[in-house]
C-alpha cells in the first residue's frame, strides 16, 4: 500500500518557507525499495513544480540514496511493515522510516576489505543528521537532508 496520507501547507510566518508532508506504508520486499526511491523522488517533484520549493538535484539524488539505503535494510533485517515519512521545510527534507525490528542499527567499523554492509556508512556520510528511536513497536530512523547545495561543499559525494 502505498502513500497513506499527503498534507502540504504553507507556514504563515514567512512566503518564501512551504512545509509540505507525504507519507506511504509498504509491506517491504525487494521490489517495494524501489517504490519508496520513486516516492521520494516524486515527492521532490512536486515539491518544486507544486510548492514552489527549490529542491538541487544533487538533493534529489542523494534522497534517494538514503531511502534505498534504509528500505533496504528494512528487507534484510526486519521484513513486513515498513512507514515511510518525507517532509520539507524550504531548508531541510526530512525523512523518517519505522519499521518493526527491534534491532538498532550500528554501523560497522572500517573495514577496506568488507564486501557489502556500507549502507548505514553511506547515510551517515551524506546527511546533516542521523537519529534511530525505539517506539512501543520496531525502531524509526530520522534523516535530514539539505534540499540545497551549499556553496563550498564539492560537487560529489
Known amino acids: ?18 512545509t509540505v508532508r507525504r507519507s506511504a506504508a509498504y509491506d517491504m520486499t525487494s521490489g517495494e525499495i524501489a517504490r519508496a526511491r520513486a516516492f521520494v523522488r516524486d515527492f521532490l517533484d512536486t515539491a518544486r513544480s507544486q510548492h514552489d520549493v527549490t529542491v538541487s538535484d ?11 539505503e534504509l528500505a533496504t535494510n528494512v528487507c534484510k ?3 513486513g511493515p515498513c512507514l515511510l515519512d518525507v517532509g520539507i521545510d524550504g531548508i531541510l ?22 564486501i557489502g554492509q556500507h549502507g548505514l556508512e553511506l547515510v551517515l556520510m551524506v546527511c546533516q543528521s542521523f537519529t534511530v528511536h525505539r ?6 530512523i530520522r ?3 539539505p534540499l540545497h547545495d551549499h556553496p563550498s561543499a564539492p560537487n560529489t559525494w
Not at 58 to 68: C, H, M, N, T
Not at 135 to 140: A, D, H, I, T
Request: hydrophobic share 40%.
Open 1 to 18: 500500500m502505498e502513500q497513506v496520507a499527503m498534507t502540504g501547507q504553507e507556514r504563515p510566518e514567512t512566503a518564501d518557507e512551504r
Open 58 to 68: 544533487r538533493a534529489v539524488e542523494i534522497a534517494q540514496l538514503v531511502v534505498s
Open 77 to 79: 533485517y526486519a521484513p
Open 93 to 114: 527534507l526530512d525523512i523518517s522510516m519505522w519499521d518493526s525490528g527491534p534491532v538498532l542499527p550500528a554501523a560497522s567499523p572500517a573495514d577496506p576489505t568488507r
Open 135 to 140: 517506539e512501543p513497536v520496531g525502531k524509526r
Open 143 to 145: 534523516v535530514q537532508i
